[in-house]
């Protein structure tokens, strides 16, 4: 008599040994994202400042006005203003994109690729970092 599986409306329950093996192979070469980042002090100082942003964002929210300018390609007015929570949007997209560079590095062989991708969105991060701080020296009240 054969064992029917399971199926709990189509998703995909692996077996023991197929998780045995996976935890194996994620144990063996959980360095080995990290290994092939090509300038990995700069993205992890780069990730560090967006983070490092993100939190003074939300820390200088009390001498911030409500609304500030982000939106600088929009028609001038109402249309480039924000809350000032929005601030943090500029480093939340640069970590977004960095994660995705990464990702896509991880899988690429060829090291130019690698270094032209990871240099992207170092530059990339540094200019939401400038961004970002310009306009709170622009619009706080310190």
Known sequence: MKKKQKKSQGIYFP?????KLWEEKIAKNKNVIV??????????GIILI???IIALVALV?????????????????????????????????SLVIMVINIAISYFLK???LKK????????VSIFSI????KIVFLVGSF
Not at 35 to 44: L, T
Not at 78 to 86: F, H, K, M, N
């Open 15 to 19: 077996s023991k040994s197929v998780k």
């Open 35 to 44: 290994e092939k980042i090509p300038f990995k002090d700069f993205v992890g």
């Open 61 to 93: 929210q009390i001498v911030l006005p409500p609304q500030i300018p982000l939106f600088y390609g929009l028609p001038e007015g109402e249309a480039q203003l924000t809350p000032s929570l929005s601030l943090v949007i500029p480093s939340l997209v």
């Open 130 to 133: 400038v961004t970002t701080v």
């Open 116 to 123: 032209f991708l990871i240099t992207t969105a170092i530059g």
């Open 110 to 112: 060829d090291e130019i």
């Open 50 to 52: 967006n983070i490092l």
